[in-house]
């Protein structure tokens, strides 16, 4: 029987901007159904990557599937099937919640009746019911929310996450990380960074770590960590994923003197 | 005072500007405007001092006429800054500043340095220089009161735009400011008008307004320009006392903070009048047409440009109606009804992208056509300028000075049409090439990049002027009798509109990426 097809598949992706590459030769696969972390240092590449595999960027070269099928920047059929919450939001500001997330919803082709319910419903459980406030009067916690709420409001197949978790309060994380969970119980797949490394390596199953400019040097399984075990590599043995990022990506701690 | 920050601080705003030109646009706006402010200055200060130097001579008015052509730049300086916000530099704001180790006073010093260090500056005080000048070269004054007498006029024009601007602003922010703000600059473009036949016969009244106008600062610096004696030194005082009056009121009003609009809890409303006349359009643009629509009607910027276009035409018509006699308002009425295809949405067609900001990279994740939301985007704009034809049409019928010519009407809503698809078929063009990040927050101000700004004002320019200087040579092209000329070319417009619409969706796959950049403040 034929193994279902990888719900994300990158080969030989390259970005770059003029003379500057951001990524460069990237290739990896994620499963269906896996929460993925997808780790690097800052300017290593990853926004531009999910750049890539959104249709937001054009890559220079290189493929993009995703469901099994070849993904570019026009393709609105694929575009339905996942849910992107970028880096910067992408939100409008002089509207309110429920007028962005329902336009959103309008977009990905929802209905009246049901776009009205879903934001209604996210609007609720994401505690954004102050009507009061446009998203421009909105907290940073409060706009990632919102910006959280408008990707998965079409209920995606594959979701985008760009450093989910920053600037949102505790209860939040935890509702969304139980959201994510049973998401990716349902079969469906995310792909998220974060700079928070406990948080990947509680929640991921699997990680990919990348280096400046945009290079693949890890990818694999990081359950082991949850249950005390250890990942080897390099002929060490590391029992968290910080080590192990720290020393993939070549990153030290520096010490200045006069701090 | 710590000068040392304060001019480092007056130093990163240059600085900024020079970093602009590190992109390839930016190179050649600081070419263009590099090359045309020198030629300007230097064309200014030749024509304005010499110019004033020989009026005066023959007409042995010095005073009078100095103080009129200080008027005149004072008024340009006003208007310039206010409205078109021109020499407003947003670029440090307090807030901006506080972060900094200086104090109150001291961030008042570097932002009003940089305000008025503005390049756009240079060219009133390049004007009132040259005007000292040629006064001194033609004896008919001092030089060293004429230069003193100039920077203090030059300074308290400066505060003046500064302090109408603030009290627009503030006055924009307040609820139903802008309603009291269009009505107050349709009373005072009607003003003149209405007034003179006023004045015409009461001359106490004007012989009591002209001892008014000696004490104003264009009149008390023409005397200090054009006397020898205490009278120059009484002027320069005055000038000095309007100048610390000035910038007492501009501190005042800076300190109180502005009154921010209270925040109110509004009902959730599912199908808004955007979302109803949205829904006018075919599926795939019904929601970003409610979406565009929806914010722009939130944008202070808008809500005061969009209301002013049809009092505007019909300002224009009654303006250069008057001045070309009651045979001849034709031509005004032609200026008039090309004007109104396009100003009400002019200054954000030809930037369509320049206000989104963020909201930007939405666009590109939207499950639909990226360019989508550009067509929609300009649909919207046609839309808006489109509903004004009709009413104006209808105003045109009931008040038109001349009986009623089913031919002039064709002629007038055609004009209409031709500009109304031109106009925003050169914007889908600028909206890609030459686009600039905007501030959706300020009121007033030129957001424009250099292209952009050529278009609208270069656009209008030859809106105003085309008919009346077309009508002098050949007066049958500008009259009825030529109805089909302007359907015709409505037709071309059209055309032209829907070509570059086709066209510019290629564009826009191309350099959506720029665009992103750009309206994201990261090129």
């Known amino acids: 029987m034929d193994s279902p097809a990888d719900a994300i598949r990158i080969s030989g992706l390259v970005k770059r901007y003029g003379a500057v590459t951001a990524v460069e030769n990237l290739s990896l696969r994620v499963r269906p159904g896996t929460m993925f972390g997808f780790l690097g240092p800052n300017g290593s590449g990853k926004s531009t990557t999910i750049g890539c595999i959104t249709g937001l960027l054009d890559p220079t070269a290189g493929q993009v599937e995703i469901l099994g099928q070849p993904f570019d920047s026009e393709n609105a059929a694929i575009k339905r099937r996942i849910g992107v919450m970028p880096e910067s939001l992408g939100l409008f500001d002089p509207l309110y919640a429920h007028e962005f997330l329902a336009f959103v919803a309008r977009m990905f082709g929802l209905d009246e009746t049901t776009t009205r319910k879903r934001v209604t419903e996210l609007l609720d459980a994401l505690e954004l019911t102050d009507t009061s406030k446009t998203l421009a009067d909105y907290s940073t916690g409060m706009r990632k929310r919102v910006a959280f709420a408008a990707s998965v409001i079409h209920t995606p197949e594959v979701l985008f996450l760009d450093e989910p978790f920053e600037s949102i309060d505790p209860a939040g994380v935890a509702l969304m990380k139980q959201w994510l969970r049973r998401f990716t119980e349902q079969g469906r797949t995310v792909f998220m960074t974060s700079h928070v490394l406990e948080t990947v390596e509680r929640l991921c199953e699997e990680v990919a770590i990348i280096t400046r400019p945009g290079k693949l040097v890890w990818q694999g399984d990081v359950t082991v960590l949850a249950s005390d075990g250890a990942i080897r590599f390099d002929g060490r043995e590391f029992r968290a994923l910080e080590p192990l990022f720290l020393h993939l990506t070549g990153e030290r701690y520096k010490d200045l003197s006069w701090l | ?523």
């Open chain 2, 1 to 523: 005072m710590n000068l040392e920050l304060i001019g480092n601080l007056v130093r990163l705003r240059y600085k900024l500007l020079w970093a602009k030109t590190r992109t390839r646009n930016g190179k050649i706006a600081l070419f263009f405007s590099g090359y045309l402010l020198l030629v300007m200055v230097l064309f200014l200060l030749s024509l304005g001092g010499f110019s004033a130097g020989v009026t005066f001579v023959r007409s042995g008015k010095g005073t009078l006429v100095a103080a009129a052509v200080l008027t005149g730049i004072g008024l340009q300086g006003l208007l310039s800054t206010v409205v078109l916000g021109f020499g407003i530099s947003t670029i440090f704001a307090d807030t901006e500043l506080r972060r900094y180790p200086i104090k109150a006073r001291e961030r008042r010093l570097v932002r009003h340095l940089i305000g008025i260090l503005d390049p756009f500056w240079f060219l009133f005080l390049a004007l009132e220089l040259g005007l000292a000048f040629g006064l001194y070269l033609f004896g008919a004054g001092s030089f060293w009161m004429g230069l003193i007498a100039v920077i203090l006029f030059f300074i308290a024009n400066y505060l003046a735009a500064r302090l109408l601007a603030l009290l627009v602003d503030r006055l924009v922010a307040r609820k139903g400011g802008s309603i009291v703000l269009l009505a107050s600059v349709i009373s005072l473009g009607f003003l003149p008008s209405l007034l003179q036949p006023v004045l015409h016969k009461n001359s106490p009244v004007v012989v009591a307004a002209a001892h008014i106008f000696h004490y104003t600062p264009p009149y008390v610096a023409a005397v200090a320009m054009t006397h020898f004696d205490l009278s120059a030194v009484s002027g320069i005082a005055v000038l000095l006392a309007w100048l610390l009056a000035l910038a007492a009121a501009l501190v005042a009003i800076e300190r109180r903070p502005p009154k921010i609009r209270a925040a109110q809890a509004t009902s959730v409303s599912w199908n808004s009048p955007f979302d109803r006349l949205g829904a006018l359009f075919p599926e795939r643009y019904a929601p970003l047409v409610a979406h565009w629509l929806r914010f722009y009607f939130r944008n202070n910027r808008f809500r005061t440009i969009y209301p002013l276009a049809l009092p505007l035409a019909a300002f224009l018509l009654f303006f250069f109606g008057k001045q070309a006699g009651p045979h001849s308002t034709f031509p005004a009425s032609l200026s008039a009804f090309l004007i109104l295809g396009c100003i009400g949405t002019a200054q954000f067609a030809v930037n369509q992208f320049g206000y989104v900001s963020g909201g930007f990279r939405r666009f590109l994740l939207l499950p639909t056509d990226p360019a989508a939301a550009f067509r929609a985007g300009s649909f919207t704009f046609m839309m808006l300028s489109a509903v004004l034809i009709p009413v104006a049409a209808l105003l045109w019928c009931l008040f038109a000075p001349a009986p009623f010519d089913a031919r002039a009407l064709v002629m007038l809503v055609g004009a209409s049409v031709f500009s109304l698809f031109f106009f925003h078929a050169l914007g889908l063009w600028t909206s890609l090439l030459a686009p600039r990040r905007g501030n959706y927050a300020t009121a007033f101000g030129n957001d424009l990049s250099f292209a952009a700004n050529v278009v609208v004002i270069a656009g209008m320019l030859i809106m105003l002027f085309a008919p009346r200087l077309l009508a002098k040579p050949w007066p049958a092209a500008v009259s009825p009798a030529f109805w089909w000329t302007t359907p015709s070319a409505a037709a071309l417009a059209a055309a032209f509109y829907f070509v570059s619409l086709r066209t510019t969706t290629t564009v826009f796959r191309v350099r959506r990426e720029q665009l992103l950049a750009i309206v994201e403040g990261r090129s």
